[in-house]
């Protein structure tokens, strides 16, 4: 038997890719393999949401989606050729306040460099034939492109196989779920007069569904629905011309295809993962989840999946944690992805539903959206994946709020702007948890150092204490820096001295007021083990 590896990563879609960038980064040894002989050379999953590329700024790589993809600002949704709802993207609560359209064979070449500047490959041509699991390792069997089999032990295995995941067979974890009879035909065209290239395009009436999303390529994703009937219904391979005739009808009046470069028809399934985790085997992506691409949030959820997991791996590998951190991956992660699956149910539902009140009510309802900017705001970080709470978490000390307002344990922490350019996020060391320290007055400034120091020498390598000062006079050292009462009571409600511990994923795990170091002091003995120096 071939020696051990910490992480075996079975699948190189979006999800593995970025579970290895990650176990990268944290230095974890990890073999990643895939049983295709090269990524996908398809447009897939072409939505990048800002939640997204908050987790990809942790790895420098935002920066590169951004330059390859194409920033969408608005999404119009019509009835018929009636424009009822104008969607502004701009007032998501992020630094990236907009849809980053991507093909996804692009993202993958992306996050496939990066793992090669950092020395690692995926193993192609390479299928996981077994797992046999035992109590502090994993015994896996893989076959290679010679058909040569070999045998290893990994510490874990990260199931970011697809919807059709062998490791979930293997492990026998059931895939409940439903299969809708709504049909899709998806094709990425080009048409011979441009159309805007910062909107999405949403059009129904009482029959037919249509979505546009230009992409960087200058393609248009173009979605429709194939009603039942309609002689298309049920079939898989149709001539092109069909194809065209079919999308240029949907068209009429509007636009004329020039060509289409890529066509694809898809069936809706909804299902989720029994278990997000038996043992030492962890279920990611599309191997736990999948569901309607209403709102784009497939690949966006897997990548999440890996965000939160992959630093609670890397501390249990590296001895900082105890092993029983890696249950709150299912405890955080099963709601936010059941919450996913009905949502988009519900929007699939409503989206296809044809019945004249349904219709009705759809229409007044996208009417409301557009006039109540609230909601709409609310609409879009919800699509962004900004909002979601870790509600139940076993690692998560809810005990103390700040003020009624303020960001609790279990939220994101808001990626607020504090100066021109300079965001929140900018502050928190990457792949390190952060203890931001807001100090409001001078009587507690030496509390506030004090503090500071003792998180600094006894979490060296763990935690970076940043001093978040309204007072003037403080030194600035690299660990403070200096803002206004203002912005933190405007943009945060919070206005007294307080601790907020940030987690490597951007989550507040704890919080309190003042500056004691008692009770911050336990709940990092619970989160850390003393071989952390
Ligand atoms: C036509 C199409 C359009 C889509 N459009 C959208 C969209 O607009 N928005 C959106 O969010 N999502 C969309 N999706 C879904 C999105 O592509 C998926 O959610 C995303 O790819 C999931 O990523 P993943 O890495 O979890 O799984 P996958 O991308 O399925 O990757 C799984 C990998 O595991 C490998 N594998 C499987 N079994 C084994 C084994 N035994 N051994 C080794 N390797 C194995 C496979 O070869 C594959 O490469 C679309 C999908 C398709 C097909």
Known sequence: MNQNVSVLIVGAGPTGLMAANLLAAHGIDFRIIDKKSRATLYSNAAAVHA???????????????????????????????????????KTIDSEFNYLLSIPQNRSEKILIENLLSLHHKVERDTTLMAIYPFADHVEAVIEKPNSEREKFTANYVLACDGAHSSVRGMADIDFPGNDFDQQFLLADLTFKRNISQHK???????????????????????????????????????????????????????????????????????????????????????????????????????????????????????????????????????????????????????????????????????KMVNRFQSLQHKIVNHIAQLDYEYKDSTIIDYTHRISLRAPKPGCRLPNIALKRQQFMFSLLEPHRHTLLIFLFNTTAEKQAVILSSSICSQYKNLITPVIISTIKKLPQKNNVIQTTRRLLNKKLHINVNAVYLIRPDHYISYCQKNFGADELLMYLGQTFTSEHS
Not at 66 to 89: S, T, V
Not at 223 to 247: A, F, G, M, W
Request: with cysteine; hydrophobic share 45%.
């Open 51 to 89: 939640r997204s590329l908050e987790a990809l700024q942790s790895l420098n790589l935002s920066q590169l989606f951004l330059k390859a993809g194409l920033r969408i600002e608005y999404g119009d949704i019509y009835r018929g050729k009636k424009l009822l709802a104008e969607i502004h993207f």
């Open 200 to 366: 999405i395009r949403a059009e129904f009436n009482d029959k037919e569904i249509l979505f546009m999303v230009p992409l960087p390529t200058g393609n248009v994703r173009f979605i429709i629905n194939i009603p039942e009937d309609h002689s298309l219904y049920q079939k898989e391979t149709v001539p092109l011309e069909t194809v065209r005739y079919v999308c240029q009808n949907r068209l009429a009046g509007f636009n004329t295809i020039d060509k289409i470069h890529w066509h694809s028809f898809f069936w809706i399934h909804s299902k989720m993962s029994a278990a997000f985790q038996k043992e030492r085997i962890f279920m990611l992506g599309d191997a736990a989840h999948i569901h309607s691409p209403a709102g784009g949030q497939g690949m966006n959820t897997g990548l999440q999946d890996a965000f939160n997991l992959i630093w609670k791996l890397a501390l249990v590998i590296k001895g900082h944690s105890h092993q029983k951190i890696l249950a709150s991956y299912s405890a955080e992660r099963k709601p936010v992805a059941a919450e996913i699956v009905k949502m988009t149910d519900r929007a699939t539902h409503l989206i296809a539903n044809q019945n004249a009140m349904v219709i009705w009510l759809k229409t007044l309802a996208f």
